[in-house]
C-alpha cells in the first residue's frame, strides 16, 4: 500500500507522479499519468522516384482500370465483353474471305473501328468517367497533387492510360484478321500495307475519342452523367451530321457534303481514312474527299485533340485546390 503523502487527508486517494525530470508527464489536473510512448514510427530512407514514376504509376493504374483489372470481378464483365464482340466480326470476316476464296477481307483495315464505332462508343462511355469521375466524386484528385507530380502529369496520364487502351480495343481486332489473312495465303505485301494503314486509323480513332471521352468525364463527379453525356456526344452528332450530308446532297450541295464532315467525329475520322488510307467512306457517291481535303480533315482531328487537352490542363488548375 503506497505512503501517505504529508499533507494528504487519511483515505484520499493518491495520484502516481513521474520521477523528477521526466519529460513525458503530461501536465496536471488529473492527466498525469498521461505520456508519449515510442510506437515505432520510421522514416523513409529509400530513393525517391519523383514526377516520372509517379506519372507511370498513374498511367499503369488508369490503364488497367479501363479494363476492370485489379477491381471486383463484376468491373471485368463489361470490358471483356464488348472486347469479345468486337473482335467477331473480324474473326467472321476472314472465315468469309477463306471459305469463299476471296482475294482480299470483305472489309478493309482502316474502316474496322468506324464499322464498330458504336459497340467502341459504349466502351469508351465506360472507361473515360471510371477513369476521372470516381476522382472527382471521392475527392481524390488532392491526393494526387500533394505528391510530386502536376496537373499536367494527371491529365498526360489519363489521357496516355485511355488512348492506349482504346489502341488495344481496335487494333487487336485488325491483329486477328491480319493473321486470318496471311494463313488463308491472300496477298502478303497488299495486306501489310493494309494492316499499317489500319493501325494508323486505330491510333488516330483512339487520340480523338479519349481526347473527347475525358474532357467530357471531368466535368462531373457522377459516373452515370458521364456515361451518359459521352455516349450523346460521340452518336448524335454523328447521325445528325450523317443525315443533313444526305439531305443536301438529294439537293445537289456536294461541295457542302463534303465539308460537312467535319462537324462530328465520326464523319471527321471516315472522311481520313477514305482520303489518306485507303478505304472506303460512306459519304453519298462523288462527295468523298480527296487527298487535299483529307489532310485538311487530319489537321482538324488533331487541332480538336490539342484543344482538348488544352482545355483540360486548365480544368485541373481549379480541381484538388
Not at 503506497?2 to 489536473?29: F, L, Y
Not at 488508369?62 to 467477331?88: D, E, Q, T
Not at 485488325?174 to 494503314?197: P, S
Request: proline residues 6%; aromatic residues 10%; glycine residues 12%.
Amino acid at each position: 500500500m503506497p505512503a501517505e503523502t504529508p499533507g494528504t487527508p487519511t483515505g484520499a486517494p493518491t495520484v502516481p507522479t513521474a520521477p523528477s525530470g521526466d519529460p513525458t508527464t503530461v501536465g496536471n489536473g488529473g492527466r498525469g499519468d498521461a505520456r508519449i510512448h515510442d510506437i515505432g514510427y520510421r522514416g523513409y530512407s529509400g530513393e525517391r522516384l519523383g514526377r516520372s514514376a509517379g506519372r507511370r504509376a498513374l498511367f499503369e493504374h488508369s490503364l488497367r482500370g479501363a479494363y476492370g483489372l485489379g477491381r471486383s470481378a463484376r468491373s471485368k464483365v463489361m470490358p471483356f465483353l464488348l472486347f469479345a464482340i468486337v473482335c467477331f466480326p473480324a474473326v467472321i470476316f476472314v472465315a468469309i474471305a477463306i471459305t469463299i476464296g476471296l482475294d482480299e477481307l470483305p472489309i478493309r483495315y482502316s474502316q474496322y473501328p468506324l464499322y464498330m464505332a458504336q459497340l467502341i462508343a459504349l466502351y469508351i462511355a465506360l472507361a473515360a468517367p471510371q477513369m476521372v469521375s470516381l476522382d472527382l466524386r471521392h475527392h481524390t484528385t488532392p491526393l494526387y497533387f500533394s505528391r510530386p507530380i502536376e496537373r499536367v502529369d494527371y491529365v498526360l496520364a489519363k489521357l496516355g492510360a485511355l488512348t492506349a487502351a482504346l489502341f488495344i480495343f481496335t487494333a487487336i481486332p485488325l491483329t486477328i484478321m491480319w493473321i486470318g489473312a496471311l494463313l488463308g495465303e491472300l496477298d502478303f505485301a497488299d495486306q501489310i500495307r493494309m494492316y499499317g494503314q489500319g493501325l494508323a486509323m486505330a491510333a488516330i480513332f483512339a487520340v480523338l475519342h479519349a481526347c473527347l471521352a475525358l474532357l467530357i468525364a471531368s466535368f462531373t463527379p457522377r459516373r452515370g452523367f458521364g456515361v451518359a453525356a459521352v455516349i450523346a456526344a460521340l452518336t448524335i452528332p454523328y447521325f445528325a451530321v450523317i443525315s443533313v450530308q444526305w439531305v443536301l446532297y438529294d439537293q445537289g450541295g456536294t461541295t457542302a457534303v463534303t465539308w460537312l464532315g467535319l462537324l462530328s467525329p465520326g464523319t471527321l475520322l471516315d472522311g481520313i481514312q477514305g482520303a489518306l488510307l485507303g478505304g472506303r467512306t460512306d459519304y453519298p457517291v462523288g462527295t468523298e474527299p480527296g487527298t487535299g481535303t483529307g489532310l485538311v480533315f487530319l489537321l482538324v482531328a488533331l487541332g480538336v485533340s490539342a484543344l482538348c487537352v488544352l482545355l483540360l490542363s486548365r480544368r485541373y488548375r481549379k480541381v484538388g485546390i
